[in-house]
Every structure is written in structure tokens, then in C-alpha cells.
């Protein structure tokens, strides 16, 4: 049974007691570090957390050989991954680990075996990946120094594509498939407009190409005849 701790002070009592805020702050953070920092409370978390770890055959191996309990190998696993994910290399290694490699491995093995439903799974999972992509682009150049965003980012990613894409499935049909569904005709308009434009450019290029050509052409022949003696 956990002792009850002592109240915390509040404003009122401040004001009627005629307590200074400084004295009040400090006891208030003395009551609250005594509360964390209480064996009890430690105990019962690292017995969690040891429940937890033991389930996990790697941890609970590397527990058995090295003696260290598993709760503290599993703080130590945890620490090293956060300290490489705020790592420019580890953040990217895992970025392209869960985001690009493992699902185009997944997407071969669909189309080599011809797996119709894992093929549909990663074909949603890829344009769910697109538009995150260049929304990610989009918030990193509007706010740069948005706190936790990479390790967002990563989480965000594995999320996606875990258990077969199954969340990548379900943002592409809840989300992403409405939203298209109704901008789909004025996007295929202005693409039509675009690839038309385009195609416009590429013919006068081809022309002024051509009329170039022949005038180069033309000059240079023109300048070896000349060049010839009679």
C-alpha cells in the first residue's frame, strides 16, 4: 500500500497563510520528487517492466547469460535506440529500412508469386507513402525545427507498414480514396492541360530545331564550297 503523500500547497493557501511562492514551489517539488523517487513505486515499475521484457525470447536470452535483469537490458535496448534516431545515420538507416527496402522487398516477393492481395496491400501502401513523402517535405521547409518531428517520422513510417501494410490500407481507403475520388476531375484536367502544353513546346522546339539545323548546315557547306579552290 503506497503512503499517502503530502498535499501539495496550493494558491489559496498561499494567499491566506500569507506564504512566500518561493517556499511554496520548493515544497511542491520536494513532495512530487519524494513521490517518484519513492522504492515502492521504483519496485513495482521495474517488476513491469521485467514481466514485459521476459516475453521477448532476445532479451530474455541475453538476461539468462549476462545475469543483468531484464527490465534494465530492455531501458539499455530502448536508450540506444532513441540516441540513434536522433542520429542523422541511424534516423535515416531505419527511415529507409521500414520505408522503402522491406516494402519494395514485399513488393517483389507479391509479384513474383503473384500474390494478388499482398500486391494490392503495397500498391496502396506506395501512394500512401507518395503523398506522405511530400507532406513531409512540405512541414520540414515550413517549420525546420518542429521538436520530435524525425522521430515522428520514423514511427509514423513502421506503422504504416507493419502487418502487411494494414494501416497503409486503411488510411489509402478512408482517407486518401474519398479525398482523390472528389479532386479526381480537376486534377486529370490540369494534367491533360500540362501534358498538352508540353506536347505544344516539344513540336516548336522540334521546329526551331530543325530550321537551325538547316541554317548550320547550310553555312557550313556553303563555307567549304567556298574554301575550294577553283
Known amino acids: 500500500v503506497y503512503k499517502r503523500q503530502p498535499q501539495l500547497c496550493g494558491w489559496s493557501r498561499m494567499s491566506t497563510q500569507g506564504e512566500c511562492a518561493e517556499d511554496c514551489l520548493r515544497r511542491n517539488r520536494n ?10 513505486i521504483i519496485k513495482d515499475i521495474m517488476e513491469k517492466l521485467n514481466e514485459y521484457a521476459m516475453k521477448r525470447d532476445f ?4 538476461s539468462e547469460k549476462t545475469g543483468v535483469a531484464a527490465g534494465y537490458i530492455l531501458i539499455a535496448i530502448v536508450l540506444v535506440v532513441v540516441v540513434l534516431l536522433y542520429n542523422g545515420f541511424g534516423g535515416l538507416f531505419a527511415l529507409l ?19 494478388r492481395e499482398l500486391l494490392v ?47 497503409a490500407v486503411y488510411v489509402y481507403d478512408t482517407l486518401i480514396t474519398p479525398t482523390l475520388g472528389k479532386l479526381e ?4 484536367s490540369t494534367l491533360s492541360s500540362v501534358e498538352g502544353a508540353v506536347e505544344k513546346e516539344k513540336e516548336e522546339f522540334a521546329g526551331v530545331k530543325d530550321k537551325v539545323t538547316g541554317a548550320v548546315t547550310g553555312a557550313v557547306t556553303g563555307a567549304i564550297t567556298k574554301s575550294k579552290p577553283s
Open 31 to 40: 513532495n512530487i520528487k519524494g513521490f517518484v523517487s519513492s522504492p515502492i
Open 59 to 62: 532479451i530474455k536470452s541475453l
Open 97 to 115: 529500412a521500414f520505408g522503402f527496402l522491406y516494402p519494395a522487398y514485399m513488393t517483389f516477393k507479391a509479384l513474383k508469386y503473384d500474390n
Open 185 to 188: 476531375p480537376s486534377i486529370d
Open 121 to 167: 496491400n503495397f500498391g496502396k501502401f506506395w501512394v500512401v507513402m507518395g503523398f506522405g513523402v511530400a507532406l513531409h517535405e512540405v512541414i520540414e521547409w515550413l517549420a525546420p525545427e518542429l521538436p520530435l518531428f524525425g522521430l515522428l517520422t520514423i514511427v509514423g513510417t513502421f506503422m504504416l507498414v507493419k502487418s502487411q501494410a494494414s494501416a
